[in-house]
């Protein structure tokens, strides 16, 4: 059987690129988007390559960048924009394949497999694509390219900005094998101290490791971490055009919490986008709420109830809210916090016990969801905000994933 041919895309220093594509008058001008300094949580979200020279690092404060570099360009964020040049870039790639699976606003996984017969091989398409994505759009990207989606997420990595790279089953041993073994994906940072301190080094070590050993050290995840430093891992690339089971929003945060309120707002600011494309999907009310929670180790957990149909945004939140509290002990941090629904009824008129006074309710508070959305779809989501989120302005910007499983 054929190898498949994945690309895995990611955007340069994204957000600060779509600032330069809508100020030509940046260019070239050491720049940083960011939070409210004055804030208590004021953080850098992207800093293009002109910041970076000054040591500049994405999640530093404002503060320290501005001690590296005192004339910076402080940029502040513009979701709505961000959103729209994603969608756009989308758009480019599903010229070339409808596999396509969005893994944060910057990232995708494409299965290009089908399409080589019409395109070309792997690279050629991704050269195609970064050509096109740069000249419609003014932004640049990286692409790897690789039989598999973790080597295709190594291979975007090894070469940035606007860059096309490809790990072969010809040359992988030699590309891979002497990276770090911090560049492999879910190698997180205390992952990589334990096996350094073990004298796993790089992705070669790793390949090499012995399977009693990795799971004495982490489980059932020492044999995937093995597995995808092999080059064996076959998990496939989630496509959208496939039938709308569930809708979900995760964010990374620019820094682990622990604070419940801050976890709070993060909840209501991604239930808020859930509950908004629950209803543009026209899939109903949903009747499961799902959280996803990895903490600063880079663990991963997910938690699940059922809950009253529903298509608002307070529902959705209060139901992650009260999951993440039953589940996860004080003080517990976290470094993603994610919403999904399911269960949706399409629509379908079911009985109800609910008397009229809480159904006309209910009708209410829908039509003034779907007035604020409207809103912001005019003036930017920056315009009308929840106070539960507003409370911590930092963290409403940080980046948000879009999955639709």
């Known amino acids: 059987m054929a190898d498949r041919v994945i690309l895995y895309s990611d955007l340069n220093n994204f957000f600060a690129s779509v600032e330069t594509a809508l100020h030509p008058e940046y260019k070239g001008k050491p720049l940083i988007v960011c939070g409210d300094e004055k804030k208590r949580l004021g953080v850098v979200f992207a800093k293009n390559e002109e910041a970076k020279k000054y040591g500049i690092r994405t999640a ?10 005192p004339h910076v360009l402080r940029v502040p964020t513009h979701f709505s924009q961000y959103n729209r040049y994603s969608n756009a870039v989308r758009d480019i790639y599903a010229r070339y394949t409808d596999v396509i699976e969005p893994l944060s606003i910057d990232e995708c996984a494409m299965d290009v497999t089908a399409s080589l017969r019409l395109f070309g091989g792997g690279e050629k398409i991704a050269e195609e694509i970064r050509y096109a994505v740069k000249e419609e759009l003014g932004v640049t990207v990286s692409v790897g390219v690789s039989f ?26 030699q590309k891979v094998y002497p990276q770090p073994v911090s560049a492999l ?33 982490f489980g059932k995840r020492g044999a995937i971490l093995v597995k995808n430093a092999r080059g064996e891992d076959d998990e496939p690339v989630k496509s959208q055009a496939n039938e709308i089971r569930s809708i979900g929003n995760s964010m990374t945060l620019p820094q682990d919490i622990g604070d419940m309120q801050q976890i709070k707002g993060v909840f209501y600011a991604l239930a808020e986008s859930v509950a908004s494309r629950l209803r543009a999907a026209d899939v109903g009310k949903c009747s499961t709420v799902h959280i996803t929670v990895k903490d600063e180790r880079f663990n991963e957990a997910t938690r699940q109830k059922k809950i009253t149909p529903t298509a608002l945004c ?23 916090l994610g919403v999904t629904v399911s269960g949706f009824d399409f629509h379908q008129e079911q009985l109800s016990f609910l008397d009229e006074e809480t159904k006309k309710n209910y009708e209410k508070r829908l039509r003034a969801e779907e007035a604020v959305a409207e809103i912001r779809k005019k003036y930017g989501y920056e315009k009308m905000r929840r106070g539960v989120v507003m409370q911590d302005n930092s963290l409403s910007g940080a980046d948000i994933e879009h999955r639709k499983d």
Do not use: W
Not at 60 to 69: D, G, H, M, P
Not at 316 to 334: D, N, S, T, V, W
């Open 60 to 69: 530093e404060t404002v503060y320290s960048a501005l001690k590296k570099c």
């Open 148 to 173: 598999n989606k973790i080597y295709a997420k190594l291979a975007s990595e090894m070469k940035k900005p606007d860059a096309v790279t490809a790990i072969t089953r010809e040359n992988y041993k």
């Open 185 to 217: 994906l879910y190698v997180g940072e205390n992952t990589a101290k334990t096996l350094i301190a073990r004298g796993i080094r790089t992705i070669g070590d790793l390949a090499d490791a012995d399977p009693a050993l990795m799971q004495r050290l």
């Open 314 to 336: 307070e529902d959705i939140a209060r139901a992650a809210c009260e999951l993440y509290a039953q589940e996860f002990p004080a003080g517990h941090k976290a470094h993603m």
